[in-house]
């Protein structure tokens, strides 16, 4: 199953690659991971989006949790949650694809965020699935070039991940 | 407050540490730091010949002792020679400071003269890394290496010190911090109740129980609580090879220890057990054989301080996270007040079984060569545990000498079994021998080695010399690298690929020249005279060459894939 691990740790160098290391290290496979400071510039937030059964969660859970720079980690996949993941799509867009490409886009709620005579750029937030949704929707379209965030969560309701 | 540059800090910092030998070896990383060390005369420095062996006496150490041993090298080829003696201590958990040099803060990823990303290089062998950024950070940054390298799960934490930090002509203001807090690094202190009591509650009711203690006991210093659970509810205990000590052997309830080469009766008697109860071992592959037919009837009580060993590779029932010596001290307590008393027929009925098992292989554990003098190497180990009385620290290396080590000497205390397990070092033990007897001048410290592993590190025989270590060294003599041998000889048809050992050297005239005593040992009735004279000379290293069958195997073998009890019993027989 598909967990999405989130995790407050020291904002050290080095911290990022303990815990990239970790997944090589032992074996764990990671599907997409970001990382970036909070609001308080000693923490880090990472997110990490892994899969395995159950005992490979609990070993990842507790093989992180045993890094010294990890503070805190939570399996939001655990309990309900927001997850949200940011992709730019390049595409061709000429004739009568313009039209068809910011149909497509409005259907996802996406943005055309910059634009020239043969190519859109379109922005599009919400889960990873939407934003696989979106790229197989555009169909023949040509692609020129995807980015993507990776995933970032947040627990719904009042639960925080916090010191 | 006092001004002392980051090489001063160092020193003083070791000082008030309460350190009092560091090894190493120097070069220009460190050599602030050397200089530092020669202005004063508190923290003595070991010079070894290669840094690997620095690195392998202060785990010596620190596994004889219980406290951290402390390294010094300098950057790049220095730092990266430590590599296999860090990953040594990792595996086994065992507390170390590695201090390494590093160039100049500007220099790095410059690719500057030795400069090795150490931090990168080490990251999946030690238990944490810091890397020092400014000379005043030192006293808190070596407190917190020292903290976290002895506390929770022990293991070695690496320290890279750029050379601009400990530069002679920078002070600042050293404090020695007492205490360090980190907020993401809180070893628990003791083990929930609930389950605890869960335990107990199991014990009491359990008719087949086997406790089972690892190298967490040795570590956490609750031998004498394992003991006492034990002795109390008369259960048969067996260990890992790591916790060879932890409860002694020549007690009538040890069955000795488990797993690919254990004893006959510790694999009988997990596998037919209803209850094991684990303190402290991390059933690892060598010790469960097949984990899909491990213990298929035993529930499963798993004591460990680090959360991430239980349930890793076995199912567990009662997972219980604490520090061995609490959690046991609770089990105790727990015992003398309950009104629950063990089932004393079942417990008969088991110790009945139990005592079949042993009595079916008393007297066939190796066939003594009739009436010849060619020697069995087990028959040395024997005579080692009566010459020392069983009161050495006895030191291997890796191999077949091991083996017959941990299986003919019996072990009555902890700390005393000093091997590396886990990763499986040829070369760790002559080091690690050094870094015991240097530190327990007065006992018996015996390296049991074989000529291939003895061979990794032997220009430490100067650093013997040189610092009177006077260690006695046994060496199994098989003129092959036995071990591969025996594998060869059962899985590829004995095709000995590469596991001869042609040109032997003349090991006698060999460490003589290294200023030390050495004989040679061919047959029975040379070995024992040959220990005496050894043992009795008690300021001089003596190497003993024993020579020994070279054909010999070691049994119990477990047979790989299979449940814990089938086991191969000599060449001919299995179970
Ligand atoms: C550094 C290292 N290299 C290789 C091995 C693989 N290995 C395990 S036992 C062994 C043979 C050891 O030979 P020796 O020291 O003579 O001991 P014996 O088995 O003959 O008693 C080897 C090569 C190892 N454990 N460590
Ligand atoms: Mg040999």
Redesign the interface.
């Known amino acids: 199953m598909r967990h999405i691990i989130s995790i407050l ?2 904002n050290e ?2 911290a990022l ?2 815990v990239v ?1 970790l997944f090589s ?1 032992r074996n764990f496979n990671i599907e997409t991971l970001n990382v970036a400071p909070t609001e308080d510039p000693t923490l880090s937030r990472l997110t990490v989006t892994t899969i395995g059964d159950d ?1 490979v969660i ?2 990842i859970t ?2 992180l ?2 890094l ?5 980690l939570v399996d939001l996949t655990e309990g309900q949650h927001i997850e949200r993941e940011l992709m730019m799509i390049k595409v061709k867009a000429v004739g009568a694809q313009r039209a068809e490409i910011k149909r497509t886009t409005d259907i996802f709620r996406g943005q055309i965020v910059d634009v020239t005579p043969s190519v859109f750029t379109v922005q599009l937030t919400g889960s990873s699935d939407k934003l696989n949704g979106f790229i197989q929707a555009l169909g023949n379209n040509t692609i020129l070039e995807v980015v993507r965030t990776g995933v970032s969560g947040i627990a719904r309701g009042e639960k925080v991940l916090s ?1 | 407050m006092e001004l002392l540059s980051g090489a001063d800090m160092i020193a003083r910092f070791l000082q008030d540490e309460g350190v009092e030998y560091i090894y190493g070896y120097p070069g220009g990383s460190a050599l602030h730091i050397y200089d530092a060390l020669f202005r004063q005369d508190k923290v003595k420095h070991i010079l070894v010949r290669h840094e690997q062996a620095a690195a392998h006496m202060a785990d010596g150490y620190a596994r004889a002792s219980g406290k951290p041993g402390v390294v010094l090298v300098t950057s790049g080829p220095g730092a990266t020679n430590t590599i296999t003696g860090i990953a040594t201590a990792y595996m086994d958990s065992i507390p170390m400071v590695v201090l390494c040099g590093q160039v100049m803060s500007h220099l790095i990823g410059e690719d500057a003269f030795q400069e090795t990303d150490m931090i990168g290089v080490s990251r999946p062998i030690v238990k944490h890394s810091f890397s020092i950024k400014h000379p005043s950070e030192i006293p808190e940054v070596l407190k917190k290496a020292f903290y976290i390298a002895t506390t929770g799960r022990p293991g070695p934490v690496v320290v890279d010190i750029p050379k601009d930090m400990t530069a002679p002509t920078e002070r600042y203001e050293y404090l020695y911090p007492k205490k360090v807090k980190l907020r993401s690094y809180n070893p628990v202190t003791r083990g929930h109740s609930g389950q605890i009591k869960k335990a107990v509650d199991m014990l009491m009711k359990a008719k087949r129980p086997i406790l089972f203690g690892g190298g967490g006991l040795i570590l956490g210093g609750a031998s004498a609580e394992f003991t006492q659970l034990a002795k109390t509810l008369n259960i048969p205990v067996t260990t890992s090879l790591m916790g060879i000590g932890a409860f002694p052997q020549t007690d009538e309830q040890s069955l000795g220890w488990l797993g690919m080469h254990g004893s006959f009766e510790a694999n009988q008697a997990m596998h037919h057990s209803d209850l094991v109860v684990c303190v402290g071992a991390r059933f690892d592959d060598r010790a469960t054989n097949n984990t899909a037919k491990f213990c298929p009837t035993a529930k499963i009580v798993h004591v460990d301080v680090d959360p991430s060993t239980i349930g890793k590779t076995i199912r567990v029932d009662v997972p219980i996270v604490g520090p061995a010596d609490s959690v046991l001290r609770e089990m105790n307590e727990l015992v003398a007040q309950s009104k629950q008393r063990p089932d004393t027929e079942a417990l008969a009925v088991w110790w009945k079984q139990i005592n079949d098992w042993k009595a079916s292989r008393q007297g066939r554990l190796y066939e003594a060569a009739q009436g010849e003098q060619a020697l069995k190497p087990q028959q040395v180990v024997e005579a080692v545990w009566e010459a020392t009385s069983g009161e050495a620290y006895v030191v291997t290396d890796v191999g077949q000498h091991q083996m017959f080590a941990a299986q003919y000497y019996k072990f009555d205390k902890p700390n005393r079994w000093i091997t590396s397990g886990g990763l499986g070092t040829m070369g760790f033990g002559f080091p690690a021998a050094m870094g015991i007897k240097l530190n327990y001048p007065e006992d018996e410290v015996v390296l049991i080695t074989g000529e291939g592993s003895f061979q990794m590190l032997l220009q430490e025989l100067s650093t013997c010399k040189q610092y009177d270590i006077p260690v006695k060294i046994i060496n199994l003599n098989n003129q092959s690298l036995g071990m591969v041998r025996q594998w060869q000889d059962l899985n590829y048809k004995s095709r000995h690929a590469q596991s001869y050992m042609e040109s032997l050297p003349d090991f006698q005239k060999l460490v003589e020249a290294y200023g030390h005593e050495a004989m040679r040992v061919d047959r029975l009735d040379e070995l024992k005279p040959a220990l005496e004279k050894a043992f009795a000379m008690k300021d001089k290293l003596v190497f003993l060459d024993v020579y020994v069958d070279p054909f010999e195997h070691v049994y119990p073998m477990q047979i790989p894939q299979g449940s814990m009890r089938d086991m191969l019993l000599s060449k001919t027989e299995r179970t």
């Open positions: 740790m020291e160098p080095g690659s303990r290391g290290q005992r609990e070993q507790k093989q949790n045993k010294i720079d990890v503070v805190k010191l």
